[in-house]
């Protein structure tokens, strides 16, 4: 295990937290560095302040430095999402029970599907763990036979985790807390409800909408269960309808997800003009700054950053009628909800924001005040809260 000093410096006059944690140690466990980097540092950061030992499990791509500068442990494990060696996979295996039996680890936070359903497999008995699930996933959502032949073992694995004495659940929307308990995975006393990862709302904050054509940007992987294709249709109509929008897209495919949209597709929609593919961009501010209207047209999702962010930063947005986004767009208040898979509804509602800059601005006022409640704040001192409560033996 690899390990640095140091923390990232508090402000100026800032008080000193209270180190209620000092002595124990707390394991993340993700697959991506970067994944780690972008939803879960503001956590592992309280974590840290208030005593744990934070160490992360990951895969180290690009951000290992950035890890270590923070004062955590790491360590590297050869992760691969989408990875059918059945030797690999047991090697992964050996890799995490080794870890979990030398450190001793006061808790074990896995962070996503594959996290938990390995950690159901190697965490010790009694072992204090927390299993964020963020959205029900690509194995949830598809359609595809391999999906649906996986999901009663999954479904049985989480629940023989999330069974155990100390061991939570969190899901990040109201409709997975209601369908984890009632397809009888977790007790309803065992899932937390903590919206998301939390937004910085002086990092993400409101400004003047840009001057020119109307720009309507989605951001995020480049899924087919993102809502590409359905982007890219409505982009189609409403080109063919003569509407005076620029439809961008932002973030780059993801090979490791079987729903991953290939490279030479968003190159040559971009070519004909059908849409402006950006690729990843690692200033969000910026990208929502030179937008108008904010479009996520994904199938499923837990609590969508993306959205979050564009309401802190005082945008209208189009979304699907999903769990994970009804979480954040109240229709007809800071946004339109629209049915998932349906290009033609999605276009419609892009239109009709297109033409009123007056209620995009309504709305962008109302979302600001909509997402106070999903805070990085907020959402630090739930799940402290939570950590708290498991070493505490609340529950148990």
Request: glycine fraction near 8%; aromatic fraction near 6%.
């Amino acid at each position: 295990m690899e390990g640095a000093r140091g923390a990232s410096e508090r402000p100026a006059g800032a008080r000193e937290p209270e180190r209620w944690a000092s002595g124990r140690k707390l394991l993340y466990l993700v697959t991506e560095d970067w994944y780690f980097c972008s939803h879960r540092l503001p956590i592992a950061r309280a974590a840290r302040d208030a005593g744990f030992e934070v160490v992360v499990a990951t895969r180290v791509d690009r951000h290992g430095d950035r890890i270590r500068a923070e004062g955590f442990g790491l360590v590297a494990l050869p992760w691969r999402r989408r990875s059918k060696h059945v030797l690999h996979e047991l090697s992964t295996l050996r890799l995490l029970r080794a870890l979990y039996r030398r450190e001793s680890f006061d808790i074990v936070h896995h962070i996503a599907l594959k996290p938990a359903l390995y950690g159901a497999l190697v965490a010790p008995r009694g072992a204090a763990t927390v299993s964020t699930v963020a959205g029900m996933g690509y194995l949830f959502t598809s359609a595809r036979v391999r999906a649906r032949v996986l999901r009663p073992a999954i479904r049985l694995a989480l629940k023989r985790l999330c069974g155990r004495a100390g061991a939570r659940m969190v899901v990040q929307n109201a409709d997975d807390k209601d369908a984890m308990t009632r397809a009888g995975v977790v007790d309803a006393a065992r899932v937390a409800l903590i919206r998301g990862s939390g937004v910085d709302l002086e990092r993400f904050a409101p400004s003047d909408e840009p001057v020119g054509v109307v720009t309507a940007t989605m951001v995020g992987r480049m899924l087919w269960s993102k809502g590409v294709r359905e982007m890219v249709t409505a982009a189609r109509l409403l080109r063919e309808r003569g509407v005076p929008v620029r439809v961008v897209l932002v973030g780059d495919p993801d090979e490791e997800n079987p729903e991953s949209v290939p490279v030479e597709k968003l190159r040559a929609w971009s070519r004909d003009g059908t849409i402006e593919w950006r690729g990843q961009c690692d200033d969000m501010p910026e990208v929502l700054r030179a937008t108008h209207i904010a479009v996520l047209p994904t199938y499923r999702e837990g609590l969508p950053m993306t959205l979050l962010e564009a309401a802190a930063s005082g945008r209208a947005i189009v979304a699907t009628d999903v769990p994970g986004c009804r979480e954040i767009v109240h229709d007809g208040e800071n946004g339109l909800l629209v049915p998932s898979k349906d290009a033609a509804a999605l276009a419609d509602a892009i239109e009709a924001l297109v033409v009123a800059p007056a209620r995009r601005a309504r709305m962008g006022r109302r979302g600001r005040e909509i997402v106070a409640a999903f805070s990085q704040e907020v959402v630090v001192a739930e799940t402290l809260a939570l950590y708290r409560a498991l070493l505490g033996g609340a529950g148990r």
